[in-house]
C-alpha cells in the first residue's frame, strides 16, 4: 500500500502531518506472522530532526540507555520526556490513529514507548509477543486525546494508592521505527528477528528485519507475533519502541484470558 493509501486510516489527519511522510509504499507481509514494513518513512529533513534529538538524548542521558534489555524488561528513555522536540510525534494522536488504523485494531489511545540503544556486540533476546498486560491511571482517553503511563500506576501490576483509578489494557500493536544506524549492510547484525514457532531450544527466525535508517515495522500483537532483537550486532542498534493498547476485554474476547502473557 502507498502512504497515501495508510493516511487514509486517519482521514482526519491535518495537512502538517501529512508532510512528514516520504510517500513511499508500506508491504504488508503475511509472513511468518501479519506485519506492515515501510522504507524511508518520512522526508528527509525531518527524519533529519528525529536523528539529531536521538543523538542529543542519547549524549545527554547514557546511562539510561545502559539500562536496556531485550524482551519483556526493555527499557530506554521514556517517549514521555521528550515531548518537547519532534519525537514528540510518536506521542500524538495522529500518529496513534495512522498507526491503528493500517494495524485495522481498534484501540484505547493509550500509548507506551521509549528510544532503544543496543551497544555493539549485545547479546540477542529471547522470542516474546508483547501480548502483555500494562496498567493506565484515569478514565480512557476521549477522541483527540492520548493517554501515557502515569507515575502514579505501575505499568505491569497496576499497583497504585487506593484513591487513584486505574485501567487494565493489553498491548494491540507493536512499532519499531529505526533511527541512527547509519551505513547498516547486510552481516552488520542487531535486526529484529521475526518466528513462525519457538519450538526447541534454539527457535531459527523465518524473518528478519533491518535495522535500516528511517524504515519501520508494525504488527498486531497476537499470541503467534514472536519477535526479538537478533543481538550480535557490529555496531550500536538504535530505534524507537512503542505500543498502542486495546480494552482487555477485547483481548480477553478475541484470544482468551490465558493468552495474555504475564510479566
Not at 46 to 58: C, D, H, I, M, Y
Request: glycine letters at 10%; hydrophobic letters at 40%.
Amino acid at each position: 500500500m502507498s502512504t497515501g493509501e495508510a493516511l487514509r486510516a486517519a482521514p482526519t489527519a491535518p495537512p502538517w502531518f501529512v508532510e512528514l511522510f516520504a510517500h513511499r509504499r508500506w508491504i504488508r507481509r503475511a509472513g511468518p506472522f501479519p506485519h506492515v514494513y515501510a522504507r524511508d518513512v518520512f522526508v528527509p529533513e525531518f527524519f533529519q530532526r528525529l536523528t539529531e534529538e536521538f543523538q542529543r538524548v542519547l549524549r545527554q542521558q547514557p546511562e539510561a540507555f545502559a539500562q536496556v534489555t531485550d524482551g519483556y524488561s526493555a527499557s530506554g528513555v521514556p517517549l514521555t520526556t521528550l515531548r518537547d522536540g519532534p519525537l514528540a510525534l510518536f506521542l500524538s494522536r495522529e500518529w496513534h490513529d495512522l498507526i491503528a488504523g493500517v494495524a485495522g485494531v481498534a484501540t484505547t489511545g493509550d500509548v507506551e514507548g521509549s528510544l532503544h540503544h543496543h551497544p555493539a556486540g549485545s547479546p540477542s533476546g529471547w522470542p516474546h509477543n508483547d501480548l502483555n498486560p500494562a496498567w493506565f491511571a484515569g478514565p480512557a482517553p476521549g477522541p483527540g486525546e492520548i493517554r501515557t503511563p502515569d507515575s502514579t500506576v505501575d505499568l505491569k501490576t497496576g499497583a497504585r494508592a487506593a484513591s487513584i483509578t486505574a485501567r487494565e489494557t493489553v498491548r494491540a500493536v507493536a512499532v519499531l521505527f529505526y533511527l541512527g544506524n547509519p551505513g547498516w549492510v547486510a552481516g552488520d547484525g542487531g535486526e529484529t528477528a521475526l518466528y513462525e514457532h519457538i519450538a526447541g531450544s534454539s527457535p531459527v527466525p523465518a524473518l528478519t528485519v533491518a535495522p535500516l535508517d528511517n524504515s519501520m515495522v508494525l504488527f498486531e500483537c497476537t499470541p503467534r507475533s514472536w519477535h526479538t532483537f537478533a543481538g550480535n550486532n557490529a555496531a550500536a542498534r538504535n530505534s524507537v519502541v512503542m505500543w498502542l493498547h486495546q480494552p482487555k476485554s477485547d483481548a480477553v474476547r478475541r484470544w482468551g484470558g490465558d493468552r495474555i502473557a504475564q510479566w
